[in-house]
């Protein structure tokens, strides 16, 4: 398995959402935000930990992956897109192997940081923001065995 295909079921999980048109799930695009229907959601890639929890050919890999819901910044977004946030939360951990992927023995989704801004180019400080973000983590484990490779053949 690889971070790419961790990232691809994320973001499968998250098109079958009824939140969501399949073109409004990116991984890392930004040009979703001018061309997208908000709220979109942009995946990020992000840390991962590795540790040999027992037998030295055992390795679990613990990733994590920045989701960002993006909707348009009106007065008063905060309780539209944070039960948008909530119910994304709850679907992706309807979902603990991530639907079945292959080597996943858990993922779990929870809230991020708070909130982000985007202005628009060009436009004042002082002006409102033309975008909201909010930061959803998905943490997964994936474990795998290395036994007949490598060192361990």
């Known amino acids: 398995m690889s971070d790419t295909t961790i990232q691809a079921a994320i973001q499968t999980l998250i098109q079958a959402h009824a939140s969501f048109a399949n073109a409004d799930v990116t991984l890392g ?9 908000p709220p979109v959601v942009i995946i990020y890639p992000g840390r ?5 929890p027992g037998d030295w050919a055992q390795v679990t890999y613990i ?23 909530q119910s994304v939360l709850d679907h992706l951990n309807a979902y603990p192997t991530l639907n079945g992927t ?14 982000t801004f985007l202005w628009r180019k060009g436009q004042p400080r002082d002006a409102q923001p033309q975008f909201v ?5 998905v943490e997964t484990v994936e474990e795998v065995n290395y036994d007949r490779n490598g060192e361990f053949a």
């Open 48 to 52: 991962c930990r590795v540790s040999r």
């Open 29 to 37: 695009d930004t040009r979703v935000l001018n061309t997208g229907t």
């Open 133 to 137: 973000g909010l930061h959803v983590e």
């Open 102 to 115: 292959s080597g996943v023995s858990r993922s779990t989704a929870s809230a991020g940081s708070g909130p």
């Open 63 to 85: 990733w994590t992956h920045s989701v960002v819901l993006w909707d348009r910044h009106v007065p008063d977004s905060y309780s539209s897109i944070g039960d948008t946030r």
